[in-house]
């Protein structure tokens, strides 16, 4: 028989060679669905947010932070709230780059700055808005575009406030008042559209007269400030020549009343000694008539320089004075 190789190569059994390439793209596929699978399942809420889980576009629970699933693919969706961040707006102006120097943006706020005050004057008031997040799925649904809502919202509180007082009360003494009720108002308002917003503070930054009038505005709070100076000056005159002129009154009138009272009381104790002295008197006339007399010369007599005795019989005693001497005097 003769040998043909081709007819022995035909006999061999053949090897099945598998399909690489089908296989390779099956696992691809199989590990690109687990991905998704697992990318759509599992997430993360960071500890100063909490997730919003809704399922077909309406809301079914809310989660706090940490790890957590939900139905794959597009069945749930998460949005994420920050809880415990407190954001700001502001108000008049905007910060561009904040810092150690902040930097502002350039432009014209007036719009939303330049307000009317109760005295019909203009100021132009700059503040900012603090707020929280307290209540995430309010916050998310019940209002649409509820940041443009809170800016509309705080814009109109501050025209009212700014709007039941003088110019001078929101440029100077009346600023933390102003602060204060805006912030009532505003929260007030917030409340009402159940925004699940919370204002924590409303700050003035910077209240000013519009730039045309300012030069004048600044010479009348001059001039304010001067009358003030005076007048403090004024009570200080006052309050303290009052209590002096006062005390020189209390002091002349308790002289006086213990002038008074000494002059009565000499003038008590001389009637009195008056009506001892006639009493004695009355008892016995000469030894008291003689006694008076001693008395009185006693204290008479030695304020005289010269004395003279005379004697009651005596005529006449001009020669014994010597009265012919330089002077008349003996």
Do not use: C
């Not at 020189?248 to 009506?275: K, M, P, T």
Request: charge should be neutral; charged fraction near 30%.
């Amino acid at each position: 028989m003769e040998y043909d190789p081709e007819m022995m190569l035909r006999q061999l059994p053949r090897l099945r060679i598998p399909d690489l390439r089908g296989n390779l793209g099956r696992w691809v596929a199989i590990g690109i669905v687990a991905i998704i699978f697992l990318s759509t399942t599992f997430y993360s809420v960071a500890t100063d947010e909490v997730a919003v889980v809704k399922r077909l576009g309406a809301y079914v629970r809310t989660v706090p932070s940490g790890l957590h699933f939900k139905l794959p693919f597009a069945l749930e969706k998460v949005q994420k709230v920050r809880v415990k961040h407190v954001f700001k707006e502001e108000f008049g102006f905007a910060t561009a780059r904040a810092g150690i120097r902040t930097v502002y943006q350039r432009g014209d706020f007036s719009g939303e700055s330049l307000m009317l005050t109760g005295d019909l004057n203009a100021a132009v008031v700059e503040w900012i808005v603090q707020y929280r997040v307290n209540d995430p799925v309010k916050f998310l649904f019940e209002v649409r575009e509820v940041l443009d809502t809170l800016r509309d919202v705080s814009e109109a509180a501050m025209r009212q406030i700014v709007g039941d007082r003088s110019v001078t009360e929101v440029l100077t003494v009346g600023r933390r008042e102003v602060a204060d009720e805006s912030q009532q108002a505003m929260q007030r308002i917030l409340d009402d559209y159940e925004t699940g917003i919370q204002i924590v503070a409303v700050n003035l930054k910077d209240v000013n007269p519009p730039n045309p009038v300012k030069p004048s505005f600044n010479e009348v709070n001059e001039a304010k400030q001067e009358k003030e100076r005076l007048i403090n000056e004024g009570w200080a005159e006052y309050n303290k020549a009052i209590p002096a002129a006062e005390g020189e009154a209390q002091r002349a009138i308790r002289d006086a009343e213990g002038y008074a009272l000494g002059r009565v009381n000499r003038a008590e104790g001389d009637a009195e000694r008056f009506v001892a002295v006639w009493r004695e008197y009355s008892r016995a006339k000469d030894v008291t008539k003689r006694r008076l007399y001693l008395e009185t010369m006693s204290e008479v007599l030695p304020g005289i320089p010269n004395k003279y005795i005379v004697d009651a019989q005596l005529e006449s005693f001009l020669p014994l004075l010597q009265l012919s001497k330089k002077g008349g005097t003996p």
